[in-house]
């Protein structure tokens, strides 16, 4: 079953909520679209269901106009679970048996068969011996579960689901999707209006961004999901993180007052060495640099988010000669260096002669947490380099010492 | 089929000939058998056939029907208060009875072909003032019952105050009972009411949806828009017979749907069969209590209201909701 939302353009009363909507969707597809309140994500939902008909456009349903079918017809090749959920003391296994309405005919009550599709449903979505409770005696997440089993009962080949996580907890929320997940995976298509964005990044393959009425950016969740499609369709400031191959979305770091704005201190790390020192300092109000690192090493990361200029190299690459004399430009133009407890093979080594240049220029803080030769795989010629280091630079036992005595130390300078 | 339905047949059968056996004259079962045998004399057939006979079925015909109507439209509405007279059938109905009465022309017949045409007609212009560009938003159908209840209520009171000597004549009319019931009352109903729940019958798979929500309805492939309007089409029948022969009987639509919801629960396939039965049985046991148990007849909404409220009281104090 292939559906396809043909240039559809929809009015409510005076005032046109969809225009030009085109796209299109495939079995084992499960869709998310994503867009602010009243963008018309249930309004896209309702006309391809055929509840609202579009002015210009069409809906099509394996190439034939949905105009062309009546509401069983459609129930029988979609099901809609519309946002609100009922209030009613209908039993779970009725409400389930309500799926079987476009099967059956008219005047006539579910058959055996159908109350067998419906308890397996229900057992499907992990409800079975719910079937004589009363729905509204039901926690929310059960609730929820009952209606997807509904729609489950209904064997369509299409679903579309208007919020179906709203007001779950986030357990619930995750089984919900799972079990539309699944169902997709076993050749059904999906089309799940959502507001949680990394519930549609962690679960759908392709992401439809709403906004007035129109879809503004199509693609795989990686692809379209960043601050800017964010800030443009949602108008607010995100940090949009990877994670594996997944990404999700936080809340933009409030924004830093760079009071100490004159001051630069340069970060020499590595491997994650370097991650607390970077955040910590930027919240102080600093311009942090760090340098050398790998691209997506964690360090890298964490001076990506800060803003932070970088001396990088490419990822698992050692550190090239004209990485080196960058590093050592950027310490000059540093107020303060600080070496974080980070470890050495032959591949960073540079970075210990940079930071020995910033200690003899006396600005080195040095971290020195761990022993240097637990962390040292570059022979012992770098053991005598660190220890001349440490010879010209302030010591210190962890990442909080240091930070503590840094406005001290660019005061007295 | 509900375990409970042959036990409300049963008790239906029962209640009927326990109606025939009693009343204010001194026939009584015996008699009954009697004409079952065909040895009964002309008198006792009279009292029996062609007064309490006619009486009982009227009575049976007009519980079920208030019953049904009240259970289609708490589905409809989704509100457990909605009863039979909500789109203002009632008052409709009064309106029609008074003004005949005042004109001077109150046979049996015309009273009610006025009650009738005039509730129906009601519940048509209720119905179109609901409606709007988007269908029927249950909503604004609710206000404009009510708003219409209010006002024919005022036209009924104007009415009375006008009716002077025939006043007495008018309120026992809006009172309601079954003092009046013949063969002709019970033969112009019977067609309407059981259509209509027949209709409502083979729909109760359907009012289940509906009582999830009008969306949820649409979402298993109910075309709820003409759904809704069969509905309210064949509870205004069933309202506006009831009404046309018997007066205006409260509590009857709201008490008995709900005692049977309390009991057999909201699926609709059970509670649509155990309600019509429940109201045939209550109705005829009601106005047997109503020409019984004075000299004179009581109103039977008078007793409907005495009677039924602290029993839905005790069933909703059992249910422990």
Redesign the interface.
């Known amino acids: 079953m292939i559906l396809e939302v043909k240039n559809v353009k929809v009015k409510l009363g005076s005032s046109e909520i969809l225009k030009d909507i085109t796209f299109k969707v495939d079995k084992y597809e499960m869709v998310a679209l994503l867009g602010p309140n009243g963008s018309g994500k249930s309004t896209i939902l309702k006309t391809i269901f055929g509840v609202l008909r579009p002015i210009n456009g069409v809906v099509y349903l394996d190439g034939e106009n949905i105009e062309e079918f009546n509401f069983k017809e459609i129930a029988r090749k979609i099901g809609y679970l519309p946002q609100e959920n009922p209030e009613t003391n209908l039993k779970v296994v009725d409400i389930v048996l309500l799926g079987r309405t476009p099967h059956i005919s008219e005047f006539k009550s579910p058959s055996k068969g159908d109350l067998k599709i419906a308890l397996n449903a229900l057992k499907s979505v992990g409800l079975e011996g719910f079937e004589d409770r009363k729905f509204s005696e039901l926690s929310g997440g059960e609730k929820q579960k009952v209606m997807i089993a509904r729609i489950f009962a209904q064997q369509s080949e299409i679903l579309l689901l208007d919020e179906p996580t709203a007001h779950l907890d986030i357990s619930s929320q995750i089984e919900v999707m799972e079990l539309v997940n699944k169902k997709v995976k076993s050749g059904v298509a999906a089309i799940i209006a959502i507001h949680d964005i990394n519930l549609a990044t962690s679960f759908c393959n392709r992401i439809l961004m709403v906004k007035d009425g129109k879809i503004i950016r199509v693609g795989k969740p990686e692809e379209v999901i960043n601050p800017s499609t964010i800030k443009e369709v949602f108008n607010t400031n995100v940090d949009v993180k990877k994670f594996g191959n997944r990404i999700y979305v936080v809340p933009k770091a409030k924004g830093v007052k760079r009071n100490n704005k004159n001051k630069k201190i340069h970060v020499i790390c590595g491997g994650g060495s370097g991650v607390e020192l970077i955040y910590k300092l930027n919240e102080m109000g600093y311009y942090v640099s760090a340098g050398v690192l790998n691209v997506l090493d964690s360090d890298w990361h964490a001076i990506m988010e800060v803003d932070g200029e970088v001396v990088d190299e490419a990822p698992f690459s050692p550190i090239s000669q004209r990485s080196f004399q960058e590093n050592v430009e950027v310490i000059e133009k540093s107020d303060l260096v600080i070496l974080a407890n980070l470890s050495v093979g032959v591949g960073n080594v540079l970075n210990l002669k940079a930071a020995l240049r910033a200690a003899e220029n006396g600005k080195l803080l040095v971290v020195d947490k761990t022993p240097f030769a637990t962390r040292n795989f570059a022979g012992d010629e770098t053991e005598n380099l660190y220890r001349a280091i440490l010879a010209k630079a302030r010591v210190f036992k962890d990442e909080t010492q240091v930070l503590r005595v840094v406005d001290e130390v660019l005061l007295e300078r | 089929m509900h375990k409970l339905i042959p036990t409300l047949i049963m008790l239906n059968v029962f209640i009927f000939f326990l109606c025939l056996s009693l009343g204010s004259s001194s026939i009584g079962f015996y008699d009954v058998i009697d004409i079952l045998n065909g040895v009964a004399d002309d008198n006792t057939k009279a009292i029996i056939l062609d007064y309490r006979m006619p009486r009982i079925i009227t009575s049976m015909l007009v519980g079920s029907a208030l019953a049904t109507a009240g259970c289609a439209m708490q589905a409809l509405f989704r509100n457990p208060l909605a009863d039979p007279y909500v789109l203002g059938i009632s008052s409709g109905a009064s309106v029609g009875a008074a003004i005949v009465i005042l004109i001077g022309i109150a046979t049996t017949l015309n009273i009610l072909f006025a009650a009738f045409i005039s509730s129906l007609l009601t519940a048509f212009v209720v119905y179109k003032l609901g409606e709007t560009k988007v269908g029927l938003p249950i909503y604004t159908l609710l206000l404009a019952g009510v708003a219409m209840a209010s006002f024919l209520s005022g036209v009924t009171s104007l009415l009375v105050y006008l009716a002077g000597k025939d006043m007495h004549q008018v309120i026992f009319w809006i009172m309601g009972g079954f003092w009046t019931a013949n063969w002709l009352k019970a033969e112009f109903i019977i067609i309407p009411i059981v259509a209509s729940i027949i209709y409502v019958l083979?729909?109760a798979?359907?009012l289940?949806?509906i009582?999830?929500?009008e969306?949820?309805a649409?979402?298993?492939?109910?075309?709820v828009e003409s759904f809704k309007k069969k509905i309210i089409g064949s509870a205004s029948l069933l309202t506006s017979s009831a009404v046309a022969v018997s007066g205006i009987i409260g509590f009857v639509g709201i008490i008995i749907p709900h005692a049977m919801?309390l009991i057999v629960?909201?699926?609709h396939?059970t509670l649509i069969p155990t309600t019509i039965l429940f109201g045939a049985a209550f109705m005829p046991l009601v106005d047997l209590i109503a020409r019984t148990a004075t000299d004179g007849e009581i109103p039977v909404g008078i007793i409907t209201a005495l009677l039924g409220a602290p029993f839905f009281i005790y069933l909703l104090k059992r249910a422990k909701v």
């Open positions: 083979i729909n798979w359907n289940n949806a009582l999830m929500g969306e949820h649409l979402s298993v492939g109910i075309n919801r629960g909201e699926n396939r």
